[in-house]
């Protein structure tokens, strides 16, 4: 005796198209989220005890190295043509963030915030790194 099953699964919820919404997500997140910048230079500014955390906001960054090469917000150069570099890229002048090596010389450091005087930056903020606390039974 032959049956036939008569009856036939209906699916509700059309999956055909899942992998594409899914798709889709996977490209917005990817678009929209924030990836933070790698730095141009590698700069190891000096540890400070008790530092005080500062949101950096979207302003102009600049590394200096102790070897006197500089980069401002991705645009390298060097120290002697900070000048140039800052009238050049027509930055904006609230919020500067000034990231200098440790090793670096408080007169290469003294060469750009004068420069950066001179152009009439309004806030500038020394980039350090907290100092390691000493334990209680050191």
Request: hydrophobic content about 45%.
């Amino acid at each position: 005796m032959k049956l036939n099953n008569s009856y036939r699964i209906v699916s509700i919820i059309p999956v055909a198209s899942m992998s594409d919404i899914a798709f889709l997500l996977l490209i917005f997140m990817l678009l929209s989220s924030l990836l933070a910048p790698s730095p141009p230079l590698q700069v190891a500014p000096p540890q400070v005890p008790n530092t005080a955390e500062v949101k950096v906001k979207k302003g102009t960054r600049i590394y200096l190295d102790s070897s006197g090469y500089i980069a401002v917000n991705e645009e390298p150069g060097y120290l002697k043509d900070i000048t140039a570099l800052l009238t050049r890229l027509s930055l904006p002048k609230e919020q500067v963030s000034l990231y200098a090596d440790a090793e670096c010389d408080f007169e290469k450091i003294d060469e750009v915030l004068t420069a950066l005087k001179a152009q009439a930056f309004e806030k500038v903020t020394l980039i350090c790194r907290e100092a390691p606390q000493a334990g209680i039974h050191d």
